[in-house]
């Protein structure tokens, strides 16, 4: 594991969410404190507010791409198929490593539904499978995106 990747997975096991853990790590490198990386990155965890869509881990990820290269001006097409291209990028390598994208996918489970969000937490999968998509997303943004991202 890669030092940032594991300040990730440490700080999703503090008690942050996926979401959190994968935009915080990389926004501090771009200027954006810690605390209001939080704040922004937030309602993205459990699937988007627990209701198992899209990975926190990847939310979080398509934060940091657009730090990196969204468009700042209206007319900016170039940043904004950058961006894009980026995404694609890194959702054909988080699915080719983790089969999925989808929250309720990946865990078996539906966040949504109390129940199923028991049996998720029964079976240990925010400490065992969650940290492990922290880290396939850092480490695929760090490859993608280079040294000091």
Known sequence: MSELSNKAVARFQEGFSCSQAVFSVF???????????LRISGAFGGGMARMGLVCGAVTGAFMVIGLKYGKTEAKDEEAKEKTYQQVKNFVERFRAA???????ELLGFDLSVPKEAAQAKEKGLFKNLCPRLVKDAVEILE????AGC
């Open 27 to 37: 926004a501090e490198k771009h200027g954006l404190d810690r605390e209001t990386a």
């Open 98 to 104: 983790n089969g999925s994208m989808i929250c309720k």
């Open 143 to 146: 490859e993608m995106l280079g």
